[in-house]
C-alpha cells in the first residue's frame, strides 16, 4: 500500500526480473551521483582555479545582469 491505498500488482513475483531491475536502479543511481558530482567539481574548478564568475552566476536570489 501507498498513503494506506492499496496498489494493484502489475506483475507477478518473479526473482529474475527483480535482479534485472535492481540493477538498473543501481546503475541509474551511482550514474545520477557521478554526474551531480562533476557538475559540483566543475563548479569548484571555475570558482577556484579559473576564478572566473559561473559559481557566483549560478547562486539562488542572485540576479543576472
Same mark, same amino acid.
Given at each position: 500500500? /501507498? =498513503?494506506?491505498? !492499496? ?5 507477478? &513475483? ?7 531491475? +535492481? ?8 550514474? /545520477? =551521483?557521478?554526474? !551531480? ?5 566543475? &563548479? ?7 576564478? +572566473? ?13
Amino acid at each position: 500500500s /501507498l =498513503l494506506g491505498i !492499496a496498489l494493484p500488482l502489475l506483475v507477478g &513475483a518473479d526473482s529474475d526480473l527483480a535482479d534485472q531491475l +535492481d540493477l538498473y536502479h543501481s546503475v541509474a543511481s551511482w550514474t /545520477l =551521483l557521478a554526474t !551531480a558530482a562533476a557538475h559540483i567539481g566543475a &563548479a569548484l574548478f571555475h570558482h577556484f582555479v579559473r576564478h +572566473d564568475s559561473v559559481l557566483t552566476s549560478m547562486m539562488l536570489g542572485r540576479r543576472q545582469r
